[in-house]
Every structure is written in structure tokens, then in C-alpha cells.
């Protein structure tokens, strides 16, 4: 599986089935007064972990101008600087910010002003005169909205500052009539083993999408390594009082989640590999059109992750299996 590329939606640009994402590197900043980054990050680890992506075949970056209020971008562009040939970009926009102080505001600007300023200010921090997956950050926009924004999306791809785009969402019926009414590419929304987004992978594959997974290790619950005894920092996003952070609950893994990974981690740990590795197997097994971006921080985190590559795929008969287990859990399990 490794050495096979996919194209991302319609368009020519191929990508590994592997990506990473670079929320962590940006370090700390803050959402609406509240930790969003998780904690702590070396650059230089970062830098390296990115350089070494590119040297096992992983060439998908997924990226935000809110992650680090810019600093991820600025990370990545130094990262790839020579090398922006063998990598395919994605950054996402939406959310206004202070640089000065770190701040990240959930108020969104969408109107083609600011939406171009953002494409603009992307371009310089990532280094480069193209972006190759530009991504709407904001999962819900007023139907009379998205036109506008698509009509700036189409702009900005005629002018070739951008080759491709989507939307981060998580709201299937809005994705569906943003694919029909678009040009877009992909549609990045949360998927992993613990929580099923039937919805959204049905949009995706109808519409030829790419189907982008964020959260594919649940937050790094299916990591393997916190236990109920676990606790996180206030300064990292799980250890925060975000509504949205669903698998950790005040800095302690949800229990509920906990109950589900016990449940299948033989089946996910089972030829050799690693929960991680399991996890991502699953996420490849579940549809053709997924690409997983799991979030890393380290050169190490990054070799456990390409080596999934390796192994593949789950068979059938082992998605069936974890379907049977976590059925119990069903009413939990819808992303």
C-alpha cells in the first residue's frame, strides 16, 4: 500500500492514502479564551518529523491558518522549503484570530475579502505560490452564504493560487449540496472506529470526494496510551471544557470510549500491528475514498504511523467482526 498514490477527488493531484495532520505543531494558542493547541512543541522535531513523512511516501499535510494562530503553516513551509515539489498542501480558513496575542475567535469571516486576504497570508507563512487542498474551516455556513464562498473558491482556483478545495465539516446534508453545487474536491470531516460517520462516507463516495478523516485515532484515545487513570494538562485541547472534545472529559478519557476500545483491540492489534496501526487499517477498510490525517508531533510518532502503510487494510471479515462487538454500542458510535 505504500507506494500507491490516490487522487484527491477529481483532480490530478495525488496524494498517499496517509496524511498527517499539523494541528500540534502549532503550538499553544487559544479558542474563544480557551487552550486549543496540545501544549508544548519542539520545531525542530517538527521540521524532521515532516522531512521523514516525505522520505516514507507520505506526502499529504493538512494544515489551518488558526492552528498556532499561523504557526503551523509557518512550520510546515520551512519544512518542506526545497522540497514543496514532493508535498501536497492543505490549509483551511474561516476563523478570524489575533496574532499578537494567540487568540482564535469562532466568529467567522467568510465574505471574499477576507477570504482571498487569508489565501494570501497562507501563501506567505507556507513558503509557496499554490496551495493544493484549500479548505473552508467553518462546519456550518448559512445556505445563502455558500454560494458566495464557493464563487471565491472558483476565483481563487482560476487564478491557480489554489488547485483544489472543500469544506471541514461534519454536517452531511450541507456537504451533500456543497458537492452539487461545487467544483469541490474533498470533504474533511471526523472519523475513527470509535465513531462511525455513515453519512458522510456515502456523501463522499456518490459524489467522487475525497473523504479527509480527522480524529483518526480518536484524539489519541486509540493511541493506547491513556487508561482511566490518565490525566491531561488544562494547556492541551483535551484537558480543556471545549463541548466538542468527545472522547476526553476535563483533561480524563471518556469512559464510554474507553469500554468500546477494550472491546475491539484484540481485532485492531491483531497481524502485528499496533492500536495505532489497527486504528488507521480500520479507517482504510471502511471506504476506498478515505484518507486518515492523524495529528504528530514527533519523528517517532511518524515512523509507528507510515509503518501502517505496510499492513494494510483490514480484511472484511475483521470490519464485520468489530461491527458485531461494538454493536452494543451503536447508539454512540455515529460521528
Known amino acids: 500500500m505504500k ?18 495532520g499539523c494541528w500540534a505543531i502549532g503550538g499553544p494558542f487559544a479558542l474563544d479564551g480557551l487552550p486549543d493547541g496540545w501544549g508544548d512543541v519542539d520545531d525542530h522535531e517538527s521540521i524532521r518529523m515532516i522531512r521523514v513523512a516525505l522520505e516514507h511516501g507520505v506526502n499529504f499535510f ?3 491558518d488558526a492552528y498556532g494562530v499561523g504557526h503551523s503553516e509557518e512550520i510546515l513551509g520551512r519544512a518542506l522549503k526545497g522540497k514543496r515539489h514532493e508535498a501536497v498542501i492543505a490549509t483551511k480558513f474561516g476563523y478570524t ?5 494567540k487568540q482564535v475567535f469562532s466568529r467567522a ?3 471574499p475579502a477576507y477570504i482571498r486576504t487569508a489565501c494570501e497570508a497562507s501563501l506567505r507563512r507556507l513558503g509557496t505560490d499554490y496551495i493544493d487542498l484549500y479548505q473552508i474551516h467553518v462546519g456550518e455556513i448559512a445556505p445563502e452564504a455558500l454560494h458566495s464562498v464557493i464563487e471565491s473558491l472558483d476565483t481563487l482556483k482560476r487564478e491557480g493560487s489554489i488547485r483544489s478545495y472543500g469544506w471541514s465539516t461534519w454536517d452531511a446534508e450541507q456537504a451533500a ?20 460517520h455513515e ?11 475525497s473523504s479527509i ?40 478519557p471518556n469512559p464510554d470510549y474507553l469500554d468500546q476500545l477494550d472491546a475491539v483491540r484484540e481485532v485492531l492489534t491483531s497481524e502485528g500491528r ?13 471506504s476506498a475514498a478515505t484518507i486518515p490525517i492523524p495529528g504528530l508531533k514527533s519523528v517517532a510518532q511518524l515512523k509507528e504511523i507510515a509503518s501502517a502503510l505496510e499492513y494494510g487494510p483490514l480484511t472484511e471479515s475483521q470490519m464485520q467482526e468489530i461491527r458485531t462487538l461494538l454493536s452494543p454500542f451503536d447508539s454512540k458510535n455515529e460521528g
Open 3 to 20: 507506494a500507491i498514490k490516490k487522487k484527491l477527488g477529481h483532480s490530478d493531484i495525488e496524494v498517499s492514502p496517509l496524511g498527517v
Open 62 to 64: 493538512d494544515t489551518a
Open 97 to 101: 484570530h489575533d496574532i499578537a496575542t
Open 109 to 111: 469571516d467568510l465574505s
Open 177 to 196: 449540496v456543497f458537492a452539487a453545487n461545487s467544483s469541490a474536491d474533498a470533504i474533511q470531516h471526523s472519523l475513527n472506529v470509535l465513531a462511525d
Open 199 to 209: 453519512q458522510m462516507i456515502n456523501v463522499c463516495e456518490s459524489n467522487h470526494l
Open 213 to 252: 478523516n480527522n480524529s483518526p485515532l480518536a484524539m489519541g484515545l486509540l493511541s493506547g496510551k491513556f487508561d482511566s487513570s490518565s490525566t491531561l494538562p488544562q494547556d492541551d485541547v483535551r484537558g480543556t471544557k471545549h463541548d466538542w472534545v468527545r472522547y476526553f472529559k476535563n483533561g480524563k
Open 274 to 286: 499496533t492500536l495505532a496501526q489497527g486504528a488507521l487499517a480500520w479507517i482504510w477498510g471502511r
